[in-house]
């Protein structure tokens, strides 16, 4: 719930609650990044979401295994050209003697080996001239080819992806270009049930050899390539921009809904650390990174592979980590992980670690990618924020007070607008060393700074100020725009609203959607809609349910639909090959599964007659 994580105020009264269904879809939530600088938005560019139709033609390129348009150099010749393009994996390497070219052709004859070919000759400089091999875009030697000189080392992407994980996108990655995930860098982890596209560089890594993956990807695609010599960088981007549809509104709250639009684009919302921050599979991220500052590396494993949070964790994953939970043997549980599970997810890094002799601390420290170490840690650090702007809202409201720091660190006057107001989050740099922020009087003698509130909460947890080494600026945010779906094309009792906005790096879209609705719009209080389809005949029965119901609740609901006369504790229902055994006691929010979810009956039995 929003509310665990300090998430508590609106600006406005929110007495009535608009109640909805976000992500009932996937596609109904879909993320593109801005890029550009804050300061110059005329710069800004959403990336294109592209299909496997449009990169079709690419593929055919690569497929062909050498670009014919790039100019041979006229140290080629015709025979050797000819033997080039011949080579594979079974020939011998070609050695093009250099004793009378000079270092301008040499790097001419890499270069034309490199852009004709696309990765799959490699050229080497030998005492007695180039010598040209075969290297095969999926090579699995790991012996690190040479980088051409004249390249910028970094390779950026646009990485598109339906219905996964960011980091387990990028494992994909890594597997089948065999080099390590932190090879990679992001701008952010994007939405997992959503539909994203991102940029992505990757250290020394041909695009030829990332472009031909799309082949083997599924609901992945890589494109839009470019050289340079800076990596992505963490919120280096302006923002993003959303494109989601809220579905089940009652028509009744029509009138409610257009109001607030009206006010929400004056007024804004308080820009909190959105619920996703906090983790999306039940371990609190925050309580990992809080284990982390305290350097406690054993129970910060711990708490990633405990399967407490999550007691009825469906696939191989569940499976391992249950085996993890009972045995403490790292290389048992990893048998336990299939498919891309078996490299791309964060258990099965760190199983692979411990099974190597890695110790708790180099579990987090050298095991883990950077960006999913970074992130436990803000996710604390954004923890706190969460819990001092609402308190800050609570009892003082979102005007302008004396003391006041904007984004520079600087205070600022109580005539500005409040979208200037800067809370900054925990941790230690010259801009806030002295004040956190705006000072309240509570007596005569008594005041009360943000910074003591920070303080206190550090204190009960075992921390400091200076456990962390950045800190970083949130503001308040606007710049939302929307409509209504036209009547034309509402179907049914219900409505749906779409609205699209770009948000600057670092906001919530739920953050700002919840000031709308009024609602808790963190998916663990969203209802789901499952579909469940009978085996023996074919018939699908559609179930909405409340996260906080339960298995039990779920098979009631189930036998309800196929009749009074059906026993609800002996339905069978499996989600894809893994048969959903759960207790009926076990809560929805911690069963596995997610909105959109196809259930199958496997049987049921009907009441004996008296």
């Keep these: ?112 080996v490199r852009l004709r070919y696309r990765g799959r000759l490699n050229s080497e400089t030998k005492e007695k001239g180039i010598e040209i091999s075969y290297y095969g875009l999926n090579s699995q030697t790991r012996k690190r080819k040479r980088w051409h000189k004249d390249l910028p080392d970094q390779c950026h992407f646009t990485l598109a992806k339906e219905n996964k994980d960011t980091n387990y996108a990028l494992g994909v990655l890594a597997k089948f270009l065999n080099v390590t995930v932190n090879t ?52 280096g981007h302006w923002g993003n921009r959303f494109s989601i549809i809220l579905r089940s509104i009652s028509p009744d709250m029509r009138d409610v809904l257009e109001a607030r639009l009206k006010e929400f684009i004056v007024d804004g919302f308080i ?78 890094i760190i199983f692979k670690h411990l099974a190597k002799g890695g110790t708790w601390q180099t579990c987090i420290t050298d095991a883990l990618p950077m960006n999913l170490r970074s992130l436990y840690v803000h996710a604390y650090q954004s923890l706190l924020w969460n819990k001092v702007a609402s308190r800050r809202i609570a009892e003082h409201g979102a005007a302008v007070h004396q003391g006041d720091l904007g984004f520079d660190g600087k205070k600022i006057s109580t005539e500005a607008s409040p979208f200037d107001i800067c809370i900054p989050l925990p941790g230690k740099t010259v801009a806030f ?104 005949d074919g018939s699908v029965i559609q179930i909405e349910i409340d996260q906080n119901e339960t298995i039990g609740d779920l098979r009631s609901k189930i036998a309800s639909q196929l009749g009074n006369s059906v026993d609800a504790h002996s339905i069978r229902l499996s989600l894809g090959a893994e048969e959903l055994n759960h207790d009926d006691s076990v809560v929805i929010k911690k069963s596995g599964l997610v909105s959109g979810d196809r259930l199958f009956l496997e049987s049921y039995v009907h009441f004996s007659p008296f």
């Design 1 to 112: 719930m929003e509310t665990d994580y300090g998430i508590s105020s609106y600006l406005g009264n929110r007495d009535v609650g608009v109640s909805c269904v976000m992500k009932e879809l996937y596609s109904d939530f879909i993320v593109q990044e801005i890029l550009g600088k804050l300061d110059v938005l005329e710069d800004k560019s959403v990336l294109r979401i592209a299909t496997p139709a449009d990169l079709k033609e690419c593929v055919k390129e690569e497929e062909k295994g050498l670009d014919e348009s790039v100019a041979v150099p006229s140290m080629i010749s015709d025979e050797q050209l000819a033997s080039l393009d011949a080579l594979n994996k079974d020939s011998k390497p070609l050695l093009i003697p250099t004793e009378n070219l000079s270092k301008d052709d040499r790097r001419v004859l890499h270069e034309f």
């Design 184 to 235: 990679f860098r992001t701008h952010g982890i994007k939405d997992r049930r959503a539909v994203t596209a991102q940029r992505v560089s990757c250290n020394r890594v041909e695009k030829e050899r990332i472009l031909s993956l799309n082949s083997r990807l599924r609901d992945i695609l890589v494109y839009d390539f470019n050289y340079d010599n800076e990596v992505v960088r963490m919120g």
């Design 271 to 348: 820009n909190y650390f959105g619920t996703q921050r906090f983790g999306s599979c039940g371990t609190n991220t925050a309580s990992v990174g809080k284990l982390i500052l305290r350097r406690d590396w054993e129970g910060a494993v711990k708490l990633i592979l405990s399967n407490e949070h999550l007691p009825g964790y469906l696939g191989t994953v569940g499976d391992a980590v249950r085996c993890w939970e009972e045995t403490q043997d790292a290389s048992k549980a990893l048998r336990f992980l299939k498919g891309g599970q078996a490299y791309a997810s964060i258990e099965a």
């Design 433 to 536: 060393e002295d004040s956190y922020g705006v000072c309240f009087g509570l007596s005569r003698f008594k005041y009360l700074t943000v910074s003591q509130w920070y303080e206190d909460m550090l204190t009960e947890d075992g921390l400091t100020n200076c456990s962390f080494s950045s800190l970083e600026e949130s503001t308040l945010s606007d710049g939302i725009s929307t409509r209504a779906i036209p009547e034309s094309e509402m179907v049914g009792d219900l409505m749906a609203l779409q609205v699209q906005f770009g948000l600057p790096s670092g906001c919530y879209a739920t953050v700002a959607l919840r000031q709308i609705t009024g609602t808790d719009m963190g998916k663990q209080s969203m209802k789901m809609k499952l579909s469940v389809k009978n085996r023996a």
